[in-house]
């Protein structure tokens, strides 16, 4: 049997909705099963959610929704529900206007000013009903893996919800925390940050019992405008964190004692640095299995032996950061090396493969600058006496200072030693530029009009 996920009433009060049309709140079916925001995956029994996003507007498929089942829709309130001859629902412009009630059995349209708030405030009352550790992930780099990690650690514990794929933004993170069942004993949830008051917005809906913060780089400069402001934008998770909740944080990071400074709670940090809390020892890399190392916590001593099937010092970060979260909730040394023995990367991230003898980094899924080092350092790392080539893309959302980074990149490449430079797409040539203001000859620097042209001269080298 499907289990309620709401009432309509309690939707309506939680939302403050006015029934623009349909019945009144007490002649409305009782249950609602699932809210859904995608009018092709509308069953019976959901209620539609009709968002408008900046390619797409929800309630132009109020109709598609209504047709496949839907009981009803929440929209703005300009919209209203106005009845076929057939008997069919069509949504019209009502310049705000209340609608007449039609017949019982009609869908419904619950009105309100704006449905994106709406509903993340369903997703945050619902998440209110569960009083299980809830652990936010929000950084420049890493979410994503970081994530997958923590996640497999604490399932060695807990049946345990986390965000698909990087589900991260304003839609995707209410879309989890509504995921959440009385199965679930703990969640992980990730938090895609790209503008001042966001980290806010999505906290109060996530509430979570502990923080993590990956690291603060060059990310989403365009919005930002500098590196200050990211981590400003950032250290909106720690303002919210209660006294008795506890934050992670990277103390490798620049910017760790700032963090660190803004927080109201216990802070846990990791890294390779000394003075991290949670650290590695005896770090060995295998290019065919990944790496092993003794995990050390501060005033422990006992070091469990942990193998990931990951590379790069990058990931190592992103281990030890799940392995803080699980040290603090209770999630023993052992079981915290188990569950990241079972962690394996994501497709596009720091992905390695064989190719027909040539080994392959896929690490193409997003990129800023530090990811992009982090991808050079793996390239140099298992392209140890080797010859080593590197595809480069363009990094987006970096505004005025996207010239200079892509030029600091090139010249972090060819400082590196990197063989050969394959450079594509719009700002490609600063790739080169800064490459070759490092002392990379012409010769090993070869400029691309696109991707397909990029993997084309990869595969002729």
């Known amino acids: 049997m499907t289990m309620s996920l709401f009432t309509v009433e309690e939707v309506i009060e939680i ?73 069919a629902a069509k949504t019209t412009l009502s310049g705000g206007s209340r609608a007449g009630l039609i017949s019982r059995r009609a869908p419904f349209l619950l009105g309100v000013p704006d449905s994106l708030l709406a509903y993340q405030q369903l997703a945050g009352h619902h998440r209110n009903r569960f009083r299980i550790p809830v652990v936010a992930v929000t950084g420049s780099n890493g979410k994503t893996t970081t994530k997958e990690m923590v996640a497999a650690v604490l399932a060695q514990r807990w049946k345990v919800l986390k965000t698909e794929g990087n ?75 209660p006294p008795d909740s506890a934050v992670v944080l990277n103390a490798d990071d620049a910017y760790f004692d700032y963090l660190a400074s803004q927080a109201r709670c216990r802070v846990l940090s990791f890294g390779r640095s000394s003075r991290a809390q949670v650290r590695a020892t005896e770090l060995v890399s295998d290019q065919r299995r990944g790496m092993t190392f003794r995990l050390v916590f501060s005033g422990r001593t006992r070091h469990p032996l942990v193998t990931l099937q990951a590379y790069g010092a990058h990931n190592l970060s992103n ?9 603090l909730l209770g999630v023993t040394g052992t079981m915290i090396a188990k569950g990241l023995a079972r962690f394996r990367p994501a497709a596009m991230r720091s992905q390695v493969s064989l190719w027909g003898g040539v080994r392959v980094i896929n690490d193409c899924y997003n990129a800023n600058p530090a990811s992009m080092k982090a991808a050079i350092e793996l390239l140099v790392e298992l392209g140890s006496g080797k010859r080593t080539v590197a595809v480069l893309g363009d990094m987006l959302e970096l505004g005025p200072e996207a010239v200079a980074l892509h030029r600091e990149v090139g010249t972090y490449l060819a ?46 080298i």
């Open 319 to 327: 281990a030890l950061a799940a392995a803080a979260v699980g040290h």
């Open 15 to 87: 939302i403050s909705a006015r029934v623009l049309s349909g019945q009144n709140p007490r002649g409305l079916p009782s249950h609602i099963h699932r809210l859904c925001t995608d009018s092709r995956e509308a069953r019976s029994g959901d209620l539609f959610v009709a968002l408008k996003g900046d390619r797409f507007d929800g309630h132009d498929f109020v109709d598609k929704a209504l047709q496949q089942g839907a009981v009803g829709a929440i929209v703005q309130e300009r919209y209203r529900l106005t009845q076929r001859p057939q008997g």
């Open 415 to 460: 400082r590196r030693g990197v063989s050969v430079l394959i450079a594509c797409g719009v700002l490609g040539h600063e790739f080169a530029e800064g490459a070759r203001a490092a002392g990379m000859v012409s010769d090993q620097i070869i400029e691309t009009a696109d991707g397909a042209a990029a993997a084309t001269t990869a595969k002729a």
């Open 167 to 241: 589900l991260n933004n304003r839609i995707g993170v209410p879309q989890t925390l509504l995921r959440l069942t009385t199965r679930h004993q703990a969640a992980v949830v990730e938090m895609g940050v790209d503008q001042k008051g966001q980290t806010t917005r999505l906290c109060e809906i996530v509430r979570p019992t502990i923080g993590l913060i990956t690291n603060v780089g060059p990310d989403h400069l365009e919005f930002f405008g500098s590196m200050e402001a990211s981590a400003q934008a950032k250290a909106e998770l720690l303002n919210l964190m």
